[in-house]
């Protein structure tokens, strides 16, 4: 993700700190790093290593990922997602569309977080 100018760092780090607390507390959680991006078009990353699709589900609906969305998204300018699966069955990335769906389905003011962003990206994007 790229941070809109004028963000304050006191801000920054508060949304920073979430992104790690979510690593702390949500249970699928298997580890996390969440740091400055090298080498891409990208200021910040974070990512989490989940074993199974239920353990998916139950990340991207816990209230910490709920608290990471709503304090960190008005922060940011773009914003791309993507999944890396040691799963190699074809329908692999329909069933996490599939959760990235349900998710946004139940939740306007979350797809409104993200489609008011100046660029959202990946497998994580809301489809239309």
Do not use: C
């Not at 239920?54 to 940011?76: K, N, Q, R, T």
């Amino acid at each position: 993700m790229t941070i809109k100018p004028g963000v304050s760092p006191e801000k920054l780090e508060a949304a920073l700190e979430s992104l790690r607390n979510q690593g702390r507390v949500i249970p699928s959680v298997k580890s996390f790093i969440v740091g400055p991006e090298h080498g891409g078009d990208f200021e910040w990353g974070a990512l989490y290593v989940i074993e199974d699709l239920d353990g998916y589900w139950e990340y991207l609906i816990h209230p910490a990922h709920a608290h990471s969305d709503e304090i960190g998204l008005p922060l940011v300018d773009r914003f791309e997602s993507y999944d890396v699966v040691d799963d190699a069955e074809p329908e692999m990335g329909e069933k996490i569309a599939e959760l990235h769906r349900r998710r946004f389905e139940g939740n306007a003011e979350l797809t409104k977080l993200v489609t008011d962003l100046g660029s959202y990206s990946g497998s994580g994007a809301p489809t239309a």
